[in-house]
Every structure is written in structure tokens, then in C-alpha cells.
């Protein structure tokens, strides 16, 4: 049985009085064995640590090395000390904005590891390589050369974002995420054995709201999702976590 997951990036999105909406999301949770991590800006890990309840916190990047010259950046073990448990890695923001490869993201995936951070992996097509048919091309290879051979269940999360849908009101047809999805199960199935490929979960992330979420939710090998706009207001998220939960 894998865990349900509802993970919110808050990506550049706000200040301390942002955590107003964490307290909130709190009195809203379904209750039972669904998962909710949100991941502020690195400045609110901490507090938000503090008021979290039982959301679980994670940063949104974190460097590879483990300390240094490395202006501007947090390593694994500083956002593990902030009392967060997870990290989004290899976000499309990431790649594109940063320029960061799969390598690159491979190299940040076992620093997280190596600080006891469960990684949330993000693996998306652009439109482009939709449109000219390569999407299963495409993830497979970030797939393979952004998981490190090291994986454990218990601290790696598949997400599936197409690029294309992401803050862009698009989604992918129910048909689309299946195959998808099922196409990553097979894949992590292949390179780890049955029992662990079938038990690492898989987000689907990309406009994710709450009139659409149930629908995504419907597909076998999607455990939950990875939201971005939708996980600002504990208004809009609550009903996507609680489609998640009934699912
Ligand atoms: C994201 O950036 O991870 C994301 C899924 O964003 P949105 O839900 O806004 O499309």
C-alpha cells in the first residue's frame, strides 16, 4: 500500500503572514493516513516547522555540496536542521531558470539523502517534446539519470509535471497521466524489483485544483500530487487533499 502525498510549492510566493494559511490548513485536514508536506521559501522553514501540526515542511531546492562557497545557497543538512523532512528536486523552475541537469539533480537528490530528507523528484516534458511525441522518451531519461541508484522507499517521491501544464490552467487528459504514470511504475519497477518499484509513490503535478483533482486522482499509479497555485490558500488546497484522502 503506498502513502497518499499532497505536496504544496509555494515556490517566490510569501512572507511570514503566509503561515497564517498553514494554521488554517490544519483545521481543515481530513484526518487519516494522507501525507501533507508544504514547502515555503527557505526564509519560512523555520517557523513554519514550528506551526506546522501535522503537515509535514520541505524546502524547494538544496545544493549538492555539503557546505562552501556557494553564495546564496542552502545545503541538504541546513534545511534537515530546520526541522523540515522533504525537498523538491529537479523542478522544471529549476532545470529551465538554473540550468540544472540531470546529473546536477542526480548530485542534489543524494546530498538530500545523505541529510535524511525524503526528495521529491520532478520529472516534466515541454511542450514541445509532447507535441513531436517524445514524452516517454523524455522522462525516461530524467528518470534515469536523475534518481540515483541509491533509492530507498522511504525517502523518494516521483513527481510527473508536464511543463507545459504547470501554472498554465493545461491539463493533461486522464489518458495522458495513465500512461504516463504506469509507464514510470514499469520503469521503477524494472530498475529496482517488484516490491520497490511498486512501492515508491507518484505525484502528478501541473494546474492541479480542486475541480480537477478528484478526476487525476481516479488513476492507479497517481498517489497524490504536487501543487503549486492551488496550495497558497488552505481554502483551495483542503478540497484537493481531501479528494486525495476519499480516493
Ligand atoms: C508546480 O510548480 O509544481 C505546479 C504543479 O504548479 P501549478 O500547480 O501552479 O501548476
Known sequence: MRPKIAAGNWKMNGTQSALDELDALAGML???STQ????????????AVARAGGIAIGAQDCHAAEKGAHTGDISAAMVADSGATHVILGHSERRVDH???DADV????DAAWAAGLTAILCLGESEADRVAGRTLDVIGAQLAGSLPDAARTENTVVAYEP???IGTGKVPTLEQIIEVHDFLR?????????????AIP???????????????FEAENVDGAL?????LKASDFAPIVAALAVS
Not at 501533507?36 to 517557523?47: K, M, N
Not at 514499469?186 to 524489483?193: E, K, N, T
Not at 501543487?227 to 496550495?231: D, F, L, N, P, T
Request: negative net charge; proline residues 9%; aromatic residues 6%.
Open 202 to 216: 507518484l505525484l502528478y503535478g501541473g494546474s492541479v485544483k480542486a475541480d480537477n483533482a478528484a478526476t487525476i
Open 99 to 101: 540550468g540544472e541537469s
Open 36 to 47: 501533507v508536506v508544504i514547502c515555503p521559501p527557505a526564509p519560512l522553514l523555520i517557523p
Open 186 to 198: 514499469a520503469a521503477l519497477i524494472d530498475r529496482f524489483g517488484a516490491e520497490m518499484g511498486d
Open 30 to 32: 481530513p484526518g487519516g
Open 106 to 109: 542526480s548530485a542534489k537528490v
Open 163 to 165: 511543463i507545459w501544464a
Open 227 to 231: 501543487v503549486g497555485g492551488a496550495s
